[in-house]
């Protein structure tokens, strides 16, 4: 499902949102948004995005989020598949933030080591 803003040849894939309330797709798409920006500066490329969603009801009225982060870039493929949580933005923020620390240690974008001369 494209997005405004977003070139053609990037895609942001949502799996099972379907699902989810009308609230809970609004969460999850305004975060994808969010993140998809930060991801693709981090990146210097086009990217895209598949987003899997799974819901377990356990006893009682709360569900569990099961969050599958799929990142394409040109030169790698990023995963993340060890978000659970009980509530779904939190869920969200654990699958982007390992994406983006695996950015981090792939790319080496943090200019934390000096360079030797």
Same mark, same amino acid.
């Given at each position: 499902?494209? /997005?405004? %803003?977003?070139?053609? @040849?990037?895609? =942001? +894939? @949502?799996? %099972?949102?379907?699902?989810? $309330?009308?609230?809970? +797709? *609004?969460?999850? !798409?305004?975060? $994808?948004?969010?993140? @998809? /920006?930060? =991801?693709?500066?981090?990146?210097?490329?086009? =990217?895209?995005? *598949?987003? +899997?969603?799974?819901?377990?009801?356990?006893? %009682?009225?709360?569900?569990?989020?099961? =969050? &599958?982060?799929?990142?394409? *870039?040109?030169?790698?493929? @990023?995963?993340?598949?060890?978000? +659970?949580?009980?509530?779904?933005?939190?869920? #969200?923020?654990?699958?982007? !933030?390992?994406?983006? &620390? !695996? #950015?981090?240690?792939?790319?080496?974008?943090?200019?934390?080591?000096?360079?030797?001369?």
């Amino acid at each position: 499902m494209p /997005k405004r %803003g977003i070139n053609e @040849f990037e895609v =942001i +894939q @949502f799996i %099972g949102l379907n699902k989810l $309330t009308a609230e809970e +797709q *609004a969460t999850v !798409q305004e975060l $994808t948004t969010e993140y @998809f /920006k930060k =991801i693709k500066r981090s990146l210097n490329n086009l =990217i895209n995005i *598949a987003l +899997q969603i799974k819901t377990y009801e356990k006893e %009682g009225k709360r569900k569990k989020y099961s =969050i &599958n982060l799929r990142i394409n *870039a040109p030169t790698k493929e @990023f995963a993340s598949n060890k978000s +659970q949580d009980w509530e779904l933005p939190r869920a #969200i923020h654990k699958a982007y !933030q390992d994406i983006l &620390n !695996q #950015i981090k240690h792939t790319m080496h974008t943090d200019a934390t080591r000096p360079t030797r001369k």
